[in-house]
């Protein structure tokens, strides 16, 4: 039997989130060792670019973390498009000392990567390339019975994301075919950030999602994932959520003619947030207000009392808020508001959205009422 942890899209970088994206491999190397992993699978985007993966300073603190896994268990680390941002065509990834972390490809292979036997699996390992399609012609040994085959690539499957998102777009893409011709019973897949699976014919073709959050609107926890194989046969998974990762969590805020905001809308981001310490936070404030002045004064509350929650990354935006004199005193408005306010839907009801656009569209019109 083999234990292998399943993650992808740490996006390790130098600059201002090195410290965040260390302490997500950090967590990774010990949920591999708690769970006894004989493989952690690294399925691509490991370093945010080229330059990030050269910088002496990270790539030996990389190489730290790994050491840290226990002695049974090995790491295999394909490159993703990541890898590529800033890489001259003379400049080898090989000619770096990664330490425990086995770099899986082959630059006379055609697949591009490295096979791994062992008596439980076969690992074939497929670098990112910017055109899977030849894949017929890759020279692979049959699959041997009693052997579950692994594979581990990074691109776009249409079978399992459907997007759109600019990122994805900038992989190469995976035929649906290709997971049969190569009769693989997991396909350990990077490059795309929402966790989600499929079955393709005899393949469980898996993205657990990037590891951390890398940008904006990469909802939920973050995970990677575990599984075992047994008898030629890959059981069941478990989803291992990475606390060191952090959330990513988006609020709007309405704000009332007079710079004031509903009490039960900050009690619910609060209560949301009750501890945020690497979550990334963006507070969107909506609405039509009187005084610029008073709407800078609301921010700085908000921010006051965010940031004593000391979130990794916080954003105030004020994008949707229009600054129109006159409105606060309004008696229409002030009818229209309670009504409206008294049936505010949940922060993360799919009714949020048409609400506040509805709030928006409804001062607007009182606004123009008052020219």
């Given at each position: ?71 049974g ?113 997991y ?59 952090g ?53 700085s ?6 940031r ?12 949707q808020v ?50």
């Amino acid at each position: 039997m083999l234990r292998i942890l399943h993650a992808s899209d740490l996006h390790l970088t130098s600059g201002p989130d090195r410290e965040y994206g260390l302490e997500v491999l950090r967590e990774l190397v010990c949920l591999a060792n708690s769970r006894q992993a004989d493989f952690l699978l690294l399925c691509g985007d490991l370093f945010d670019s080229f330059k990030d993966l050269k910088e002496n300073s990270l790539l030996n603190s990389v190489r730290q973390e790994v050491q840290l896994l226990r002695a049974g268990c090995r790491a295999l680390y394909i490159p993703g498009n990541h890898e590529d941002i800033g890489r001259g065509p003379k400049d080898r990834l090989s000619s770096f000392d990664l330490g425990r972390l086995e770099l899986m490809t082959d630059a006379a292979a055609a697949c591009g990567g490295k096979t791994l036997e062992t008596p439980e699996a076969e690992f074939i390992c497929v670098p990112h390339s910017s055109d899977y399609s030849g894949y017929r012609k890759w020279q692979l040994p049959p699959k041997a019975p009693g052997r579950a085959r692994l594979l581990l690539m990074h691109g776009t499957s249409s079978a399992v994301y459907r997007g759109p998102d600019q990122e994805e777009q900038q992989a190469g893409v995976i035929p649906d075919s290709l997971f049969a011709w190569l009769e693989a019973d997991y396909a350990a897949l990077g490059h795309v950030h929402s966790a989600r699976e499929t079955l393709i014919g005899g393949t469980l073709a898996v993205y657990c999602g990037s590891a951390r959050v890398w940008r904006k609107w990469e909802d939920g926890p973050r995970k990677a994932v575990f599984f075992e194989t047994e008898g030629g046969k890959i059981g069941a998974r478990q989803d291992l959520f990475i606390k060191a990762a952090g959330e990513y969590r988006y609020f709007t805020l309405p704000v009332n003619p007079d710079s004031s905001i509903l009490p039960t809308a900050m009690r619910e981001l609060l209560e949301k947030c009750p501890a945020p310490y690497r979550d990334y936070i963006v507070v969107r404030f909506s609405g039509l207000v009187e005084d610029a002045n008073a709407l800078a004064g609301l921010k700085s509350v908000v921010e006051g009392v965010l940031r004593a929650k000391n979130p990794r990354r916080l954003e105030l935006l004020s994008d949707q808020v229009e600054i129109f004199g006159g409105l606060a005193d309004n008696a229409l408005a002030k009818q229209f508001l309670e009504k409206l306010d008294s049936r505010r839907p949940a922060e993360d009801s799919p009714e949020m959205p048409r609400w506040v656009a509805a709030r928006q569209q409804g001062l607007a019109a009182l606004a123009g009422d008052l020219e």
